[in-house]
């Protein structure tokens, strides 16, 4: 199949973007930047230099295309915060405008990368078939704008019949993530010889997968096909912040501090994965954390 992806020069979009090459796909990348690292199997004329806030562009980029998996966002929470009106730009006038490009040139689905922590926002975390808002909860405009994301993706296969599939993401980590994950920052701490901070407690979870895991789960949704349908991307674990810092430290060693706790922080509910998928996370935090480790060690933090 043709397969576009937004977000595609990412960390998780260029891992998703290796794997669909090796399913044999062949596979475009819409986003801002071009790739910082090269990826497998892709060829630079196949990149389309954009943004999801040009709907013209996003027109022109998905004109021929079977499938757009829509990784681009602004998934920075802190930086989320700063800028509500960006977060909505990018998060909700972003996915309005790619669903827009994909209903005018009949793209045959949608994947839509969405999160976990769309759970903070349900009365019943458990059930995803639909969104039931809790406003009661306290909430973050990140999740806020994926959950306005999902129900977008739900309207224009309601309104206009373009299929689609949520995909709600767990925290995921590995080689050549982002900055703002807090698996790099206690990572590149210990190796330039900083401390792990830990805000607050350290008993805050997160459902953290390791990156191929998460790629494999989005393969088995793609493969499966059936559209209007959410699934949970998720671990079935939970790991606190401490255990992560505790681990690097039996691993690499390294110093734990702890700070004051964030004013806005997420309370994170308990999912299971969509075991409907044949999927689930295979990879442990240990597993995972020791080739993080060590592709680090090998490319330099500042890759």
């Known amino acids: 199949m043709k397969i576009l992806v937004t977000g595609g020069s ?3 979009g260029g891992h998703l973007v290796e794997r669909l090459i090796k399913e044999g796909h062949d596979v475009y990348i819409f986003d801002i930047d071009y790739p910082k690292y090269p990826l497998e199997g892709f060829k630079n004329t196949n990149f389309i230099l954009g943004s999801t806030l040009m709907l013209g562009e996003l027109i022109r980029a998905t004109k021929g295309m079977d499938v757009v998996f829509h990784l681009a966002a602004m998934a920075n929470t802190s930086l989320c915060a700063e800028s509500f009106s960006n977060a909505v730009r990018f998060n909700c006038v972003g996915t309005a405008h790619t669903l827009e490009a994909c209903k005018e040139n009949d793209v045959r689905l949608v994947v839509n990368a969405s999160s ?9 975390p458990k059930e995803i078939g639909a969104p039931l808002i ?5 909430g973050h405009i990140y999740s806020t704008t994926k959950l ?3 129900m977008i993706c739900k309207d224009f296969f309601n309104m206009y019949q373009l299929p689609y599939i949520n995909l709600r993401f767990g925290i995921c980590y590995g080689p050549r993530m ?4 807090l698996v790099y920052k206690f990572i590149t701490n210990v190796l330039e010889g900083r401390p792990m901070k830990i805000e607050g407690t350290g008993r805050q979870w997160r459902p953290y997968m390791y990156i191929t895991d998460l790629i494999e789960g989005c393969i088995q949704a793609l493969n499966r096909g059936v559209p209007d349908l959410t699934y ?3 671990p079935n674990w939970k790991t606190s912040v401490y255990e992560v810092a505790l681990i690097i430290q039996e691993l690499i060693g390294g110093e734990i501090e702890y700070t004051q706790g964030r004013k806005v922080d997420f309370r994170c509910k308990e999912l299971i994965p969509s075991y409907e998928l044949e999927w689930i996370p295979k990879i442990s935090i240990v597993e995972g954390l020791m080739p993080t480790i060590d592709w680090y060690q090998e490319q330099g933090v500042g890759y």
């Open 10 to 12: 990412g960390f998780i």
């Open 116 to 124: 976990s922590l769309v759970s903070e926002k349900l009365f019943s």
């Open 134 to 138: 809790n406003l009661n909860e306290d």
């Open 148 to 150: 306005c994301s999902e």
């Open 178 to 181: 982002t900055p703002g994950v």
């Open 232 to 234: 949970n991307l998720v």
